[in-house]
């Protein structure tokens, strides 16, 4: 979904480089040690948000918070408003 979305953003820009700019956003923020969102709390974070299940549809397992379902959700809907966007715009 995340691929979806970023070439979403780089067909209604016409350049890379606004996805690219959102990608090393959320790399400073959630691999940068800016913010950690799991089941326990990570030492190295400036923030931390403890969540109170294990489930992996909340999670999202090993892989982390960005496979878990709340985030999938996320990224259809701002794969959507972008899509309704560029079908707005281009008529």
Known sequence: MV???????????GSIWPGACMHGVWNMVMV???????????????????????SFL?????????ASVPAL??????????LCLMCRYRR
Do not use: K, M, N
């Open 58 to 66: 909340l999670t999202g397992g090993d892989f982390g918070v960005e």
């Open 32 to 54: 940068g040690g800016v913010l950690h969102i799991g089941p326990q709390p990570q030492g190295d974070s400036l923030y931390s948000y403890v969540l109170g299940t294990r």
């Open 3 to 13: 691929g979806v979305l970023f070439s979403l953003v780089a067909c209604e820009s």
């Open 73 to 82: 959700t996320a990224y259809l809907l701002f794969a959507a408003l972008a």
